[in-house]
């Protein structure tokens, strides 16, 4: 498949809690194309996070191949890591993780200022991902002085700033209300509708509904892996 | 990331905990006002010990011949002291032997000092310096006649009583009259005053202006010193080695003329302003030498403050590096954060140790004669010092930062 985005193969990742060795995933294998709204599922302990962990970039398997975008990851060193997360990937978090001392722009900036982007290029760019995602008005506001749905939005432009091959968002819905929720969903399916790829994870299955795919992990395995038509 | 980006966010960080901030500086703080402060009072003394003390009190390219040394700073036993007395006196035919046999060009003066009450018109100024010299005097020490004139060689060699006076003396003695030409009563005689020298201010608090001076031919010389006796024999050259050829010169006459052995000590002082500097500059050597030792305690114990703070700000800004973690921030770009938010933190207390230092010197200055000259190196020091000293105790809490897990970074609360 040449348009996939990412491919796992046969991904196990093992660590040890106190003198115990919790087998997290146990052979997962995922291909998830371009353009794909997929969101992954399953109970606490499935495995959801540390799957999430690996397709983020933020660590490696125990074994198994990780290719991202063409590239190899399962095997980079920690700063390789860290430019690929810089330049593919776009977190968003269920608690926002804005920085609270800087205002919306200057959270906005980061990734550009890791990435080595010049001052008034990345000063324009983080503003037209704050206008994307309707917050051009509140560029110098710090995010205490935003909304819950306004942080998010914050985060999202903070995600997709630097065009990253995947969104991945964490519970992105999982502190907010069932209307800002909502609303959030909505940015998402516009994303998704221009051409970006979507991955998220959540255990609510009404917030699961709004992707186009739902991959259910148990036990660290693959237990479903639906497409539906007509979603989003 | 960008130098400047990471020392704006260290400000910001700075000033949003005002108090925190303020106490983890104090170490580097003071370590940096006590270098400034010290180096600045010590110099300013030094400065102050060159052209005010030395230069005022022997005179530029001067040296004196003295039965005993007139300006000492340090201690002097009591042998030494017995020793000094036993010397020999100068008399006028030493000075007439010297004044004929040395070769370096120089010009000389004789001088006795000694105090007396100088009365006029049933005004009364006590306790005078009163010194009696010659027509030389006024050049080798530097005297600006504000009114009148000095006296003359003739006057000298005739023995005329009369007088040039400090500006103190004018001031006391003619409230608002021209003192020029009034007749001045000292020991019963009466000298008329051909001039007044310009304020000389003061040393150590005391002042110069209260002097008055009578050719050492004129009956004043009694009241001062013995007949044929002088206390000092000025000389002074056109430049310092002149002067040191003439000390040379003075030197060896004086000891064929007095027939001492090669072995024996000078039983006479040569006193320069270098020479009589001495004893001060011991002290300010001692003081330069535990300068560095206190500020480095200062510093070390600063440093550990901030390694401190920085540690603290690291556990509670774990989150924080997860997230710069997850957005592509490299070990590198942590580790260069927290440097340099070590390094602003301590240059701002060093920057508000200069001030301090500066203030501190400044206070001195205005309430004790002794000038303060701030040194520029010292600032710089100073700065140099803040900065090192950030990176320093920076480094260990930095790498701390950069080494941790994202993914339990983000987790942490």
Request: net charge neutral.
């Amino acid at each position: 498949m040449t348009d996939a985005v990412i491919q796992l193969r046969d991904i196990t990742r093992h660590y040890t809690m106190g003198s115990e060795l919790v087998r997290a995933l146990e052979g997962v294998s995922v291909v998830i194309r371009r353009n794909e709204y997929s969101a992954i599922m399953g109970p606490s302990g499935s495995g959801k996070s540390t799957l999430m962990n690996l397709i983020g970039c933020l660590d490696t398997p125990t074994s198994g191949e990780y290719w991202l975008n063409g590239q190899e990851v399962s095997r980079m060193s920690d700063d390789a890591l860290a430019r690929v997360r810089n330049k593919e990937i776009g977190f968003v978090f269920q608690t926002f993780n804005l920085l609270p001392r800087a205002t919306a722009l200057q959270n906005v900036e980061l990734p550009l200022v890791y990435g080595g982007m010049p001052t008034r290029e990345r000063r324009d760019r983080a503003r037209q991902a704050l206008d994307r995602v309707g917050l051009g008005n509140r560029m110098d506001h710090r995010p205490n002085e935003l909304s819950g749905g306004q942080r998010q939005r914050v985060a999202i432009a903070r995600a997709l700033v630097n065009q990253p091959s995947i969104l991945l968002a964490d519970e992105p819905t999982g502190n907010l209300d069932s209307t800002t929720s909502e609303e959030i969903m909505r940015v998402f399916a516009l994303l998704h509708d221009e051409g970006q790829t979507v991955i998220m994870v959540t255990h609510e299955p009404d917030i699961a509904e709004h992707a186009a795919r739902v991959i259910t992990l148990r036990d660290g395995e693959v237990e479903t892996d639906t497409i539906r038509q007509s979603a989003a | 990331m960008a130098l400047f980006d990471a020392i704006r966010m260290a400000l910001h960080t700075i000033w949003a905990q005002k108090l925190k901030s303020f106490f983890s500086l104090i170490g580097v703080l003071i370590g940096v006002t006590f270098l400034i402060a010290v180096v600045s009072i010590v110099q300013g003394m030094n400065v102050y010990m060159e052209d005010q003390f030395a230069n005022r009190l022997v005179g530029l390219n001067t040296f004196q011949l003295l039965r005993r040394p007139s300006i000492v700073t340090g201690n002097v036993t009591d042998e030494v002291w017995r020793e000094w007395l036993r010397r020999p006196r100068l008399t006028y035919a030493d000075a007439d032997y010297l004044s004929e046999r040395i070769g370096t060009p120089v010009i000389f003066s004789r001088q006795c000092d000694g105090r007396a009450d100088l009365s006029y018109n049933g005004k009364v100024a006590k306790d005078i310096g009163l010194t009696v010299s010659e027509a030389t005097y006024f050049r080798i020490k530097n005297y600006e006649i504000s009114s009148g004139r000095a006296f003359t060689a003739q006057e000298v060699r005739a023995g005329v009583p009369v007088l040039v006076i400090g500006d103190l003396v004018a001031e006391r003695l003619f409230e608002n009259v021209d003192p020029l030409g009034k007749m001045i009563t000292i020991g019963g005689m009466p000298y008329r005053v051909v001039g007044v020298v310009a304020k000389q201010g003061t040393l150590f608090g005391i002042s110069l202006d209260k002097f008055a001076v009578t050719p050492f031919t004129s009956p004043g010389r009694r009241l001062v010193c013995p007949a044929n006796v002088i206390e000092e024999f000025n000389v002074q050259a056109t430049s310092v080695p002149g002067m040191l050829q003439a000390m040379d010169e003075v030197e060896t006459l004086m000891r064929s003329r007095r027939g001492l052995k090669p072995q024996d000590p000078n039983n006479f002082a040569l006193q320069t302003a270098e020479g009589a500097l001495e004893g001060w500059k011991k002290i300010s050597t001692v003081l330069f030498a535990a300068l560095p030792g206190l500020v480095a305690i200062s510093l070390v114990v600063g440093g550990i403050v901030i390694m401190n703070i920085m540690l603290m700000a690291v556990a509670e800004r774990t989150r924080e590096i997860g997230v710069r973690k997850a957005l592509g921030a490299k070990r590198r770009d942590i580790l260069a954060q927290f440097v340099v938010e070590s390094a602003t933190l301590s240059t701002v207390g060093a920057m508000f140790g200069i001030g301090l230092g500066i203030g501190l010197a400044f206070l001195v200055r205005a309430l004790t004669p002794f000038p303060a000259a701030v040194a520029p190196w010292s600032i710089a020091v100073g700065v140099i010092l803040g900065i090192t000293v950030g990176m320093a105790a920076g480094i260990y809490p930095a790498s701390r930062a950069s080494r941790l897990d994202p993914i339990d970074a983000l987790r942490s609360e």
